[in-house]
């Protein structure tokens, strides 16, 4: 198929709409992980439906010494990647179509959620991100936009000002992509040299340990409520001299807990500051989506097990969805 290329709002205002409109946003330097949400925009639109791609480097959502200027700009790459993963169209704004007369004076506020985590390192941020993506939503009217699990904390902020605000749009989410050894797909990763990529594997190591611990805790806790009375078995095998059955029966009744799980992560994180290159971590948290607050002992339902930190000069985050008391 053959990817057309605007830049004016005008020419998506003037096209004929049949069937759905499925809008993948991006800051270009296109790779598997973008080409991962085309092909997935391509199944929810269908042969009949509309799939666009926004290609937009917005200057908002980066602070005072970020890398905007350096942020890569490849659009002709990006047209073939977009075109061979299905896009019907490549939307590529200037600066002047998407703030006419300069930076809004009127802008999106990302409330407190937004000063959480990654709004706390970058100040700012999220305002700056939810604006274009609310200017973006106007000026392209999908039926559904589609974006990444790997900004997770963006993602969640969308679909609350989606919710918020009234938007008539449906937010998807798509998971992570990762390179063969765990790298979550990112288009910084091009900064990265050899040996900082081989420090930035800890990220996804650390996410990984946290997972595992996850796991055998939510095993423990499915034996725990198979056999309520594990407490008094372990006390009773404790006395006959069994310690190594005492001990895995108390662990049945009394799992980690979210401490636990930061704790595997950390530790895995703890060596990579040690690296060379040293993996510099900004932070770690174990966080409800609906909100980003830490969960806290007894939480059931769906979380995140998020990270940031940089390798070099580059920055990189990455998470893992977990979900507790999760039951057969």
């Known amino acids: 198929m053959s990817t057309t290329l605007v830049h004016e ?63 890569p ?35 999106i506020t990302a409330g407190p959620m937004g000063e ?19 200017k973006l939503l106007h000026l392209t009217r999908p039926d559904v936009a589609l974006f990444g699990q790997k900004d997770a904390q963006q993602l969640a902020l969308i679909r609350r000002m989606a919710r918020d605000l009234n938007f008539d749009v449906e937010i998807g989410a798509v998971p992570t992509v990762r390179e ?12 990265l040299s050899p040996d900082e990529r081989r420090s930035a594997l800890a990220l996804s190591r650390a996410l990984f340990a946290g997972r595992d611990r996850h796991a ?3 095993a423990l806790r499915a034996r725990a409520a198979e056999n309520p009375s594990t407490r008094a078995r372990a ?4 006395r006959i001299g069994e310690s190594r059955a005492a001990a895995d029966a108390h662990a049945v009744a009394s799992p980690g807990g979210p401490a636990a799980i930061l704790a595997a992560a950390r530790h895995v994180l703890d060596e990579a500051a040690r690296a060379r290159p040293p993996v510099e971590l900004d932070y ?30 580059t920055r990189l985050i990455d998470n893992l969805p977990l979900t507790f008391g999760a039951r057969p």
């Open 180 to 191: 063969p050894d765990g790298l979550a797909l990112s288009s910084r990763n091009r900064y």
């Open 216 to 218: 055998a805790q939510e």
């Open 284 to 313: 770690i948290a174990l966080v409800d989506p609906s909100d980003f607050t830490d969960v806290a002992d007894g939480f059931e339902g769906e979380a995140v097990l998020a990270l940031a930190a940089r390798v070099g000069t």
């Open 116 to 134: 959480r985590l990654e709004g706390a390192v970058r100040p700012g941020h999220f305002d700056g991100m939810l604006t274009v993506v609310a």
């Open 9 to 71: 709002g005008a020419d998506l205002r003037t096209r004929t709409r049949t069937g759905q409109r499925v809008v993948v946003m991006t800051m270009g330097a296109l790779h598997e992980g973008h080409a991962t949400l085309i092909r997935t925009a391509r199944e929810r639109a269908g042969e009949d439906g509309e799939v666009v791609v926004t290609v937009f480097v917005n200057p908002l959502q980066f602070g005072a010494g970020e890398d905007l200027d350096r942020y």
């Open 73 to 107: 700009r490849t659009l002709e790459a990006d047209l073939k990647i977009a075109e061979q993963a299905g896009a019907d169209l490549v939307f590529a704004p200037s600066a002047d179509e998407v703030y006419p007369g300069g930076e809004p004076q009127v802008r």
């Open 235 to 238: 006390r009773a095998l404790d």
